[in-house]
Each structure stands twice: as C-alpha cells, then as structure tokens.
C-alpha cells in the first residue's frame, strides 16, 4: 500500500471543479478511453458533484474517506467543505494524475493519496475517518462498503453512489422484494436510506444502468465481532436459499431441518417464515442459538 501525502501552506484559494472538457484532458493525459465494458465512468457534472456533497451532510469538521476517487471530480468537490480527503485508488496510473489534479484546482487542501486495492485497507494515514462519500465502481460495492463499515467504526455518517438496483437493496427492509444480504449485513452497522437519484448524463461515457445515492448513520451494533460473525453466517445461509422456508434453508447450516427447526423455535421464529421476513433483531436473535457451530 503506497501513501502520497499532500501539504500546502499556501493561502486556501477556492476549489475548481472538473467540467467535461476538463475531464475529458485528463483521461486523454492518462491514455485512457474509457468504455462501459471496462466499469469506467467518471462523473463530469460539477452541479452532480455538488449535490452528492450537500446530500451527504459533511462539514469542515470532516475527515473523508473516498474510495475510487478516479480523476479527482469527487474529491475536488469533498475538499471544498471537508478538514481532511483521504482518497483510496486501485488503479496506478489514476492515482499517479490525481495529486498534480488537486494541486491545480485545490492548492493548498488537505489531501492523502492511498494506492491499493480498498478491500484491503486496515488503516489510513493520518486523523481516523469520520465519513464515507463515493462513488463506489458497480461490481465491488456492496464487499467494500461493508469492509469499511468493518475496519473504520470511527466513520459516523456518509453516502455512496451506486448501481440503483444495489442502492435499493441496501435500503430494503424486511418484506421488501429487494431485501436480502446487503440490507441485513448493512443494517449491523447503521441506518440506511435511499438518498436520490442520479441520470445517466453526468458520466462519461453513460452507463447501461440508473444510478442512486445511499446515504447512513452508524448506530451502535447489536453486539460483538463473535455474535457479528454468526450472524452474517445465519443470513448467508437464509438467503442462500430464499424461496424456501428457513427450516429448509437452514438444514445444512444447523445439521438438520429438525435442528434448524428447533433453533428458529427457540428465538421465537416460525420454522415455516422465510428469511425476507427476519429483521436483523430476529438475525441475530437465531444466530444465538448457534454457539457450537464453526462457520
């Protein structure tokens, strides 16, 4: 993991944002043509920008965490209102334009650079992250949010930008047709909530999808990293299965149906129920019965 750290004494001038002929020259400095095959779609729409800052609620108190900050449209717009950008970049050759970026059209911020793959970050550079805000690539969403929610407690509130399908799954509850795994698993760590709406048009090149902001705050978890385990493990096997009842799901994962069975009687749960109808309380509250069970 590479860290490229930023200070600049200089007096603060206002931030620039990036329009579409700004992005434009710079993925041409790069070499890059990006291609919806490829997942590559920056965003060059400042209102858009200032719009996904607004909704996520950070002031100059922040301390912002941005994972896949791309050619730097976000994290210009983050480093207006934020104390501090950490900016988290898998791809060597973003990340080598992004300082010379924020150096032109934000002199003077607070700024870190980390090169490496998000899913295996355990620590940042500088203060502890207070929020999240992204726009998080479409086939890596759900894993790294929930990685980041995992390793950073200390980030309190913030809002991603996703494929909408997935946004809608991550605010789901129970009874929801879109409520499965990434509803339950999110929902240890915080209240979600679907945020707006994002057109096609404030990317280049435009997706094939509709995109939707996701916003949260951390709540206090239901209880510690053993019980958190067994529970994500109670959920995956639940919705593994989704169109049985969770005395049928559940068979393997507790040795048996009739095990399964007696276990969902204990936390007070119908053996016939089906695991879109389980809170987390009711999560967590089965995943209690299974104390003897290593997965």
Partial sequence: MAVVQQEDRRPLTPVRLLGPTDVRELAARCGIRPTKQRGQNFVIDANTVRRIVRTSGIGPDDVVVEIGPGLGSLTLGLLEVAAHVTAVEIDEVLA???PATIDTQA???SF????ADAMKVNSLPGAPPTALVANLPYNVSVPVLLHFFEQFATIESGLVMVQSEVAHRLAAGPGSRTYG???VKAAWYGDLRLAGNIGRTVFWPAPNVDSALVAWTRHAPPGDEDLRRRTFAVVDAAFAQRRKTL???????AGSPSAAEAALVAADIS???RGEQLALADFVRLAGQFRDISH
Avoid: K, M
């Fill in 271 to 273: 053996p016939q129920a």
């Fill in 247 to 253: 005395r049928a799901a559940l068979g393997s994962f």
């Fill in 96 to 98: 080598a334009q992004l």
């Fill in 112 to 115: 870190d650079l980390v090169v």
């Fill in 107 to 109: 002199p003077g911020r």
């Fill in 181 to 183: 795994v990434p509803s």
